[in-house]
């Protein structure tokens, strides 16, 4: 079955092969009950309306899912997965980070970000098994990063170029998803691909590829949150992950054979 808050989303839910629950986690009159029918739990949560806040989806909504959660029958053994973000490392001047890395706890989204990963992560335990999956920027079917920065060539854009970002390819999410169901995986995993380039790097690789002025970095606004980290892979890896997309530029006609020396030094 599938939760969503919008009931017109029903009918496509129900094409799916699922079937559809109205629930918003962050309401007081939620009705958790379904829970207890579950052998396994998938939480993908975000604020997308215009007047929800963070605080609203990620310490209330989660709260109230984590009480639910702990109210179940423990009988039944269930497992969770739990898609969180690499965004929590913050900027950590481009050093190299894995699971146990310190996180930034001095932007008070990533605060919030951190908390609910504690929470859930403290229902492990009993028949209860919970695995986070820590994802990068999504790219793949309607996110083609790549004419992303073809469209920006030339243009000046409101972001730090030296800070590195991490990706995810969203067919790597979803097989990251179901490998976590059939692994019984618990834990913290970061499920981000290969590539360890600057956005500078990246930008220029594919600017000059194509012929085009290259992307103008202005730097983040004061206050920005950003993420500037080299993040590890290598922990989902030893359990026999592999990732079909290791690289964006893997996925386009533009290929690793066409990056300057300077970027392959850095790939």
């Known amino acids: 079955m599938a939760t969503t808050r919008d009931r017109s989303r029903f009918e496509a839910l129900k094409n799916l092969g699922v079937t559809p629950a109205l629930l918003n986690i962050a309401s007081d009159q939620a009705d958790f009950s379904f829970i207890d029918q579950l052998d396994g739990l998938l939480i993908s949560v975000a604020p997308t309306r215009k007047d929800e806040s963070y605080e609203e989806v990620f310490s209330k909504g989660i709260s109230n899912l984590v009480q639910a959660l702990r109210q179940r029958p423990e009988q039944k053994p269930l497992h969770i997965t739990y898609i969180s973000t690499v965004g929590v490392f ?17 932007h008070p989204i990533n605060r919030l970000l951190i908390n609910a990963e504690l929470a859930l992560q403290g229902l492990q335990g009993g028949n209860t098994t919970i695995c986070t999956l820590r994802l990068g920027g999504i ?22 170029g030296d800070h590195i970002p991490a990706w995810t390819h969203l067919d790597d999410i979803t097989r990251g998803v179901q490998f976590a169901w059939d692994r019984d995986l618990n834990g ?56 079909h997309s290791p690289s964006m530029l893997h996925r386009q006609t533009l290929q690793r054979s066409d990056l300057s020396p300077r970027v392959k030094a850095h790939s």
């Open 90 to 106: 913050g900027d950590q001047g481009g050093q190299t980070v894995s699971e146990g890395s310190p996180l930034d706890i001095s």
């Open 188 to 243: 913290t995993f970061n499920l981000v691909d290969d590539m360890r380039l600057s956005r500078r790097e990246l930008s220029n690789a594919i600017c000059e590829h194509i012929g085009l002025p290259p992307v103008i970095w202005c730097g983040a606004p004061r206050g920005a949150r950003v993420v500037n980290a080299v993040v590890s892979n290598a922990k989902i890896k030893r359990q026999g992950f592999s990732f």
């Open 139 to 160: 790219y793949g079917p309607g996110r083609d990063m790549v004419s992303l920065v073809k469209d920006a060539a030339g243009q000046r854009i409101a972001r730090d």
